[in-house]
């Protein structure tokens, strides 16, 4: 559990990067985002660059309760032994979970070194539809995204705070997804949509939020051409005057109170 003088319940978005140029060029930082909940602190998707940005914004990987990990691309997940190893001490102190899909932690592609899994005070298989639990957190995958052949999964946290992560928009999302949550995350990397990107455009977050309305919204995970071609604080101001919700273009180190 986080330390009191940060108990505060908030949302801290490490990098707002998002694909393999905007993040591997480092146009924003990567890293995820962080969760502070009454019950503890999530790491959400430890992208390239995690445990240095989270020493430069003064978090304590130690701090750490819980990672997620929505999918295994490198973009997500490069840090993760490196977030685990600093949360546990080394291994000394065996309090923190992992929920990632299956994929990260076996088979040839897994991102999890077998060494590390031994840290683990718990670990837990993302599936669509079902809901883990760790010390008071909750985590529900609430659907399996179509992103380039990579178990991926949209996530709602303590059933508030929704993450819309990578992939393409399909119709399904607005049936499976829960309506009205307090907060929504979308991984817009896209300004318009690409038939052989699978990732969302700055239509589907408007379709999304239009449909769902959520109390606020951010966008988040920019790439490359989307950050060079207009400015995603214009494009939420203007989703915002358009639908009547407050959509919000996140920014590294962007701090939100939840």
Do not use: W
Not at 58 to 74: E, P
């Amino acid at each position: 559990m986080y330390n009191n003088l940060i108990r505060q319940e908030r949302l801290l978005f490490i990098g707002t990067g998002g694909g393999r140029h905007a993040v591997f060029r480092q146009s924003r930082r990567s890293g995820g985002f962080l969760l502070f909940f009454k019950e503890g602190l999530i790491h959400v998707d430890p992208g390239p660059g995690a445990f240095v940005y989270l020493k430069g914004l003064g978090i304590d990987a130690i701090d750490i309760d819980l990672v997620v990990l929505s999918h295994i691309h490198l973009d997500h997940s490069a840090d993760i032994n490196s977030i685990i190893e600093a949360a546990t001490d080394g291994g000394r102190i065996i309090k923190t979970a992992l929920f990632a899909p299956k994929s990260a932690f076996e088979g040839d592609n897994r991102v999890v070194l077998p060494f590390i899994r031994k840290r683990l005070a718990k670990e837990g298989y993302l599936s669509e539809g079902v809901s883990l639990s760790f010390n008071g957190l909750s985590v529900q995958a609430v659907m399996s995204h179509s992103h380039h052949g990579t178990e991926t999964y949209a996530l709602f946290f303590q059933n508030r705070v929704l993450y819309v992560s990578c992939g393409m928009f399909e119709e399904r999302m607005l049936e499976l997804y829960p309506k009205n949550p307090e907060v929504m995350l979308i991984n817009t990397t896209l300004l318009v949509k690409k038939p052989y990107i699978q990732h969302l455009c700055v239509d589907d977050a408007k379709i999304l939020i239009s449909s769902l309305k959520p109390k606020r919204a951010f966008l988040t995970h920019f790439g490359d051409e989307l950050l060079s071609l207009t400015n995603p604080d214009e494009i939420a101001s203007s989703l915002s005057d358009e639908l009547g919700i407050e959509v919000l273009a996140a920014r590294d180190s962007m701090e939100v109170l939840l």
